[in-house]
Structure formats: structure tokens, C-alpha cells
């Protein structure tokens, strides 16, 4: 069913709730916006066809008619049937380009896109995927930034504290100087996701997004709860508390997958070379640290590594920097492990055996240009803290979780921030929260359970809980036949599933689960029989897992 004109003014525009009504001669700011046509062609980018449009939208949605407007990038992939609607798609970020995601999962998953489009869209200030479009990107002056290459968060000292303290200052400085940076941000992003709503001439928005893009899309149903239909939130922040939160959770939940999870898989998985223990593992880990940065390789950069290790691609790095590192110690055999090969040629475009500890080294980051947009959204969404309050943070998370724990308090950008928000963003209303639903991995690196735990509660929904997982992103890209049959029946019409254990399916090279005691738990909510894993090592599923572990890394 099709809105009408003015309920279109009054659904994306927050000008139109005036005292008074405007002279009949007034022009309406929203009519370039809602009455532009929309040119789908063909997509920049390779995949599963599917058709993009740019579409004009305001800079400001709080003043549509001043300054210059802004260019946002979407695709579809039709409803190959009869359609019921569309699912917006987000993979997160903030900052991650979704207009390949729409066509990848309907490729996923057919039924579901049968009767929906599967809508993406490169959110403001991303630019164009697959364009010459670059979007905001902040110029950091290479003069400001520290020539060390061998800094180590573990070094307390004022100097090293100092030295780690000039990146982030820098890149909040470079990206918080831009014009552009007031306007990009969840509260103007959700005004543009319910154009896009419009525009499709549809009464309700569907939603499904990863890691930041369930902030987004809580946002959305918050901000528009008339509009907002089916809102699945897969891997989820604390949509109801702190974006920054889920930041400031990285170092706690990282460690604990690193030590309850990742440790124990390379023990069974590469016993000869890392140890058969989890000591073991753990002190061989240590080892090899030293080893990279006797060869120039900065201590932080080597535990980067580890940090967001949410997909079987960066496991499989991590596996393999490992043991080429105890190999060149040690001189102990590399594995011969098809899948460490494989990932070989994928990362590095060399096979495992050709390769020496010396290729595997991972590279200083470059932080001549950087994207504009996570910044942005992660530190002007809401009022931050100071950088002494994540120096003090780095002082207490580093004793306790020092994977990431010493480093990243030190190299939060955000604690330079000095902009306040320009709009408060709302919790969810009753209204919205009847149709949304949180999808959790137990283990999950990137988003913490307790954040996604602490948001289902304070907006009264549902979890689907994923046993044992350790990766980042659930729906259709884990090969779980529990979780997709769930969503994929709530998506087609089914009631909204009740609070839900899943069980987990095999970590990569393995044929069972192996439980881990985590904070799921298994006692309080119904545990259905446990699934044959549906294609759980398809291609397909795990590069979309990767790539979504990949935008919502902690850069």
C-alpha cells in the first residue's frame, strides 16, 4: 500500500510538527526529496545482480533546505515472487557499506527474498561501494603521528602513554574539523532510511542489521515506530544504553574468547606446533609476540590481530602467524592444513608452505586517510568521556584482560572529542519493541553478550542466544539451520520467536561442538533439539561473515 504525499512529509520530516500551519505559498522543503524518481542501473560492483540508485538527500534533516545536499547509494535485489515488502540491510560499522549486502543475501536466503526486496544502502558520509565515491574521509597530517614502530600498550611509562595518546588525538582532531562531520550520524541516517522507505512506496520498513547497524536500525524503529515493521538485530549493542559501551566492552570480551574459546581450538587444532594445552598455547603466543617485534613489528600491531577475532578468516590468520612464527623460532613443521592454504592465498596470495614469518608479519596501519564516518557516529551520537577517563580505563581493563586491555583505553579517539550531539536519540517505545528481535553469539568478540542481554531486557524483547559461538554475525552467514529457520519464519510472517538457546555448530576444521560454560546459560529458556549445521563451511557464508567481523573490527 502506497502512503500518501503528505503522510510521506509527515513520516521523514521532523519540521512538520510546526505550532502553526505555513502560508499556502511556502514552499515545502521535503518536495525535492520525496518526489525525486529513482534510476536503478546496474551496481559498481561484482556479485549477485542486483540493481543501484543514488538518491539526493538533505544534509541537514533538521534544516532540509540549507546547505548542500548529500548523494546516498542503494541497491535492490527484487522480490522474485509476490512481494510483501522490503528488508533494509546494514552490516555495521559504523561506517560499512551494505549495497553488495542486499543482493549476497538474497542470494543466502531465497524464501525470504521470494516475497522482499533485500534493500542496501551505503550510509551518508560512506560513499559509493565499488564507486570512485570515497565518502568522508578525514586527512591526518603524517607529521603528528608517532614514528616509533615499536610501541607496546604494556609499557607504562609517560612517554609511552604519550606516544600512544597522539594517533587518536590527531584523528579526532582531523575528522571533527570537517563540516560534514555534524551531519553524519545515526539521528540524520535514520531520516534517511525512512526516505528511502518512501521512496520504494512502502508503509512499512523491515530491517536487518549486524553490530552497529542494529544501533541503527533500534534508532530507526525508535525515531520512526509507525514505519518501522519487522526489526531483526543480529549480533547487537546495547541499543538502549551507550554506543560507546560496546567500544569500551572490546577488551573483556575479547580476552574472554582469546582464553575460553580461540586458545582451547588451536590446541586441538594445532597441538605439534602451538602446544596441547591452553599454558601452553598461551605462553607460545608470547613467544612468538616477541619474536614479530624483534623483526619490527610493534607489539600493539601483533595483538591487533587477535582483537575482534570474530570469523573464521581472522582465525585462520591468527592460526597461521602463529605457527609460522614457532617455525622460524623453533624450526617446528609448519601444519599441513588445507584451510590454514587456503587462507594463505586469500590474505597474502601465496600458498602456506611458500610462505615465511617474515610475509605473515601484519603491516603498520596507515593512518594518513581514515573514514570519517566511524568517528562520526561513534563519538558524536552521543555526549563522550574525556581521554583521562580511558587512560584511567586502559589502567584498570589492562591487568585484567591484556590482549587489548592496556591498549585501547589508550587509543580511543572518541575520549578527544569535543562536539556535543545535536539530536538525542530516543529509546524504544512499546510500539516499536513488539516487533524486534535480538540474535546473540555467545562468545561473540565484537559485540558483547551482556550488551546485546542488557538491550533485550530494557526494551522487553526477545533473544535468540547462539550456544557457543564464537563469531560475529549470526543469520545467514554462521550455517546455523536454528537460527536462519527462526528469523527467516519471523521475516515471512511467523509469530516472533520466544527467548531461544541455539545450539552452536563446529569452530572451522572441526566435526562436533566442544561446550564452553559462558554467559548464555542453558537453564532458563527453551533449548530445541540441536540442528545438523546447514552448510556451516560454505564459501559463500563465510566470506559474508568475514567481511561483516571485518567492517566492525576495532580500528
Request: net charge negative.
Amino acid at each position: 500500500m502506497r502512503t500518501s504525499r503528505a503522510g510521506l512529509a509527515v513520516a521523514v520530516s521532523v519540521l512538520v510538527a510546526a505550532t502553526a500551519p505555513a502560508a499556502a505559498t511556502t514552499p515545502d522543503p521535503l518536495a525535492p526529496y520525496l518526489t525525486q524518481q529513482v534510476a536503478w542501473g546496474s551496481c559498481p560492483f561484482k556479485g549477485r545482480k542486483a540493481q543501484c540508485a543514488r538518491i539526493t538527500v538533505p544534509r541537514d534533516w533538521s534544516a532540509p533546505a540549507a546547505g548542500k545536499d548529500l548523494r546516498v547509494a542503494i541497491s535492490r535485489a527484487a522480490a522474485t515472487g509476490e512481494r510483501r515488502g522490503a528488508i533494509l540491510v546494514n552490516p555495521g560499522g559504523p561506517g560499512g557499506q551494505g549495497t553488495s549486502l542486499a543482493g549476497a543475501l538474497a542470494g543466502l536466503e531465497p524464501a525470504v527474498n521470494e516475497h522482499y526486496d533485500f534493500v542496501g544502502m551505503d550510509p551518508r558520509g560512506t560513499g559509493q561501494e565499488g564507486g570512485d565515491d570515497e565518502g568522508f574521509v578525514c586527512r591526518v597530517p603524517l607529521g603528528r603521528l608517532p614514528a616509533e614502530d615499536d610501541l607496546d600498550a604494556r609499557d607504562r611509562s609517560a612517554a609511552s602513554i604519550a606516544l600512544h595518546q597522539r594517533t587518536p588525538r590527531a584523528v579526532a582532531e582531523a575528522c571533527q574539523s570537517d563540516a560534514l562531520a555534524p551531519f553524519v550520524t545515526t539521528w540524520q541516517t535514520a531520516h534517511d532510511m525512512d526516505l528511502i522507505r518512501a521512496l520504494l512506496g512502502d508503509e512499512k520498513l523491515n530491517y536487518l542489521g549486524y553490530s552497529y547497524g542494529t544501533w541503527l536500525g533500534a534508532k530507526y524503529a525508535s525515531l520512526f515506530p509507525e514505519h518501522a515493521g519487522r526489526v531483526v538485530l543480529d549480533s547487537s549493542v546495547n541499543f538502549e544504553g551507550r554506543l560507546q559501551a560496546a567500544f569500551e566492552a572490546f577488551p573483556k570480551i575479547d580476552q574472554r574468547q582469546f582464553d575460553h574459546v580461540y586458545a582451547p581450538w588451536l590446541a586441538r587444532r594445532f597441538p605439534d606446533q602451538l602446544g596441547k594445552t591452553v599454558a601452553e598455547v598461551k605462553k607460545n603466543w608470547e613467544r612468538v609476540r616477541g619474536y614479530f617485534r624483534d623483526q619490527g613489528v610493534s607489539p600493539d600491531v601483533f595483538d591487533h590481530v587477535f582483537v575482534g577475532n570474530g570469523s573464521t578468516k581472522q582465525w585462520l590468520v591468527g592460526a597461521l602467524i602463529l605457527t609460522k612464527g614457532l617455525t622460524a623460532l623453533d624450526g617446528t613443521p609448519p601444519p599441513s592444513a588445507a584451510d590454514l592454504d587456503r587462507v594463505a592465498r586469500t590474505a597474502f596470495g601465496r600458498p602456506a608452505a611458500q610462505l615465511t614469518a617474515a610475509d605473515v608479519a601484519p603491516p603498520e596501519p596507515d593512518y594518513a586517510d581514515v573514514g570519517g564516518t566511524r568517528l562520526a557516529v561513534a563519538c558524536g551520537d552521543q555526549p563522550v568521556r574525556a581521554a583521562t577517563w580511558y587512560k584511567l580505563l586502559s589502567d584498570l581493563q589492562g591487568p585484567a584482560y591484556p590482549l587489548f586491555g592496556w591498549a585501547y583505553g589508550l587509543s580511543e579517539p572518541c575520549g578527544f572529542w569535543s562536539d556535543l550531539p545535536r539530536h538525542p536519540l530516543p529509546r524504544l517505545s512499546p510500539e516499536a519493541a513488539k516487533n524486534v528481535l535480538v540474535v546473540q553469539g555467545e562468545f561473540d568478540p565484537q559485540t558483547g553478550y551482556e550488551q546485546a542481554e542488557a538491550a533485550a531486557r530494557a526494551a522487553g524483547v526477545p533473544m535468540v542466544s547462539v550456544a557457543d559461538s564464537p563469531f560475529h554475525g549470526q543469520y545467514a552467514v554462521s550455517g546455523n539451520s536454528c537460527v536462519d529457520g527462526l528469523v527467516s519464519g519471523y521475516f515471512l510472517g511467523g509469530a516472533r520467536p520466544a527467548a531461544t538457546i541455539c545450539p552452536g555448530v563446529p569452530l572451522p576444521g572441526e566435526k562436533q561442538v566442544y561446550p564452553v560454560p559462558g554467559p548464555a546459560g542453558d537453564e532458563t529458556v527453551a533449548r530445541p533439539l540441536e540442528p545438523a549445521p546447514r552448510d556451516a563451511l560454505s564459501s559463500t557464508r563465510q566470506r559474508l561473515q568475514d567481511r561483516i567481523s571485518a567492517i566492525n573490527h576495532a580500528d
